[in-house]
């Protein structure tokens, strides 16, 4: 689909991934046009239909979780069921079947082997970071971290995200390398650089080769949503599988 991004990152050829942004779908508005969450508020049969058509560029229908800024991730090849799967990351062995999440401003992070067996999407909003959901991805990928390949996806950019001195203390307290990735701003606020602050996480966890960043959802406006720029935002997809 034109206008949509294919991770540039060095994966077999046997691993596909691709990220939506706002082109491509039937949604009017702030929600123009491929608005994939029907949690945003926009009409759900326009959203039902920016699926469908997500669905002729995939080979089967992805498993879209209920996120809540957590750590749990679902292993899809070990469900029972696809219905309400809760979960902030999704991860699968089996080729074929589509792992993704939906942002707005969080990162989709997406991970897969140098051997082309097994990927991972993960949905990494600063809570969800600080809580250590890359980690627990990276745990669920079941294989040494240093095997595996990451993939930064469009973030907030590290001049538009603000955030309070709790949410530096939040990274600061677990490793002390992450200051470097706050800028003071104004009085109690600091800019974040989510990219710095995912790249740190994966290093730590044992993932050295991390590829991506360098878009920012909120500067970006006529190509990715953005909850911050506008409450009234429409969500973005990434997504990844074995082919």
């Not at 080769?209 to 990434?238: I, L, Q």
Request: glycine share 10%; charged share 25%; proline share 5%.
């Amino acid at each position: 689909m034109r206008g949509w991004i294919v991770p540039d990152w060095p994966v077999p050829g046997n691993v596909r991934a691709v990220v939506t942004t706002r082109s491509g779908g039937v949604s009017a508005g702030e929600y123009a046009s491929m608005n994939l969450g029907f949690s945003s508020g926009d009409d759900r049969e326009k959203v039902a239909e920016n699926r469908r058509i997500l669905r002729t560029h995939l080979p089967s229908d992805p498993v879209y979780l209920r996120q809540l800024h957590g750590t749990d991730v679902a292993r899809l090849d070990r469900l029972a069921s696809r219905d309400d799967v809760t979960a902030d990351a999704a991860a699968t062995m089996n080729r074929g079947q589509v792992a993704g999440v939906l942002t707005a401003d969080c990162m989709p992070l997406l991970m897969a082997d140098r051997e082309g067996t097994r990927v991972a999407a993960v949905h990494a909003g600063w809570r969800g970071m600080a809580a250590g959901v890359i980690e627990r991805a990276v745990e669920a990928m079941e294989i040494e971290p240093a095997a595996l390949v990451a993939w930064m996806g469009p973030t907030i950019g590290p001049d538009a995200f603000e955030v309070g001195a709790e949410v530096r203390e939040a990274f600061v307290s677990r490793d002390p390398l992450a200051a470097g990735a706050f800028k003071a701003h104004t009085p109690g606020k600091f800019m974040a650089d989510l990219y710095a602050l995912a790249a740190l996480r994966l290093a730590a966890a044992g993932v050295g080769e991390v590829h991506g960043g360098g878009f920012c959802t909120f500067h970006e406006a006529d190509r990715f949503f953005s909850y911050r720029r506008e409450p009234k935002s429409g969500r973005m997809g990434a997504f990844v599988w074995i082919e």
